[in-house]
């Protein structure tokens, strides 16, 4: 399988606050925010970019990142991601090996469905190791949002 690295997504209580203080400690570049609403689940995230390393920051309103963060608390790192050149190759691994990719909702996944409201095509393995996740996004549609995340409005 053909991964990389990309970013952890870390829970927080007030996105605005909590990229104000990387942005002041650390010098970080902070990308525009973004909602993401599809079912039940509804956040909005940022990029925080220090460097050529990244992570994300996420506020939840609804879903089961706001139950985590109710029940974790503010830092909880619950997510890894990875990227890909070719996620449909690593979609038919991953179901040739016997694992079942999801959706962000731990909904089964088909081929067909792999687009996001961020339009980035994303595959989420079965949660293992309680809430914790691995993402695997397409290298290319990666790249586009993190051009357009942290370009001039």
């Keep these: 399988m053909n991964l990389k690295f990309s970013h952890i997504d ?10 104000n203080y990387y ?4 010098g970080a570049e902070i990308s525009k925010k973004f909602t993401w609403k599809r079912k039940e689940l509804h956040v909005t995230y940022a990029v925080v970019k220090i460097g050529q390393e990244r992570f994300m920051l996420v506020e939840p309103f609804s879903g089961n990142l706001k139950n985590l963060l109710d029940t974790k608390g503010e830092g909880t790192i619950y997510r890894h991601c990875y990227s890909t050149p070719d996620i449909e ?21 088909s081929k067909e469905s792999l687009n996001s409201p ?13 809430e914790f ?12 949002f993190m051009t357009e995340a942290f370009s001039a409005s």
């Design 89 to 109: 190759a690593v979609f038919d691994e991953l179901t040739a090996s016997g694992v079942q990719p999801e959706d962000e909702n731990g909904n089964p996944l």
């Design 133 to 144: 996740s691995i993402e695997i996004l397409e290298e290319t549609g990666l790249q586009q």
């Design 23 to 26: 942005a002041k400690t650390l």
């Design 10 to 19: 870390i829970l927080v209580n007030n996105l605005e606050s909590a990229c």
């Design 118 to 130: 961020s339009g980035v095509r994303i595959i989420w393995l079965p949660k293992r190791f309680g």
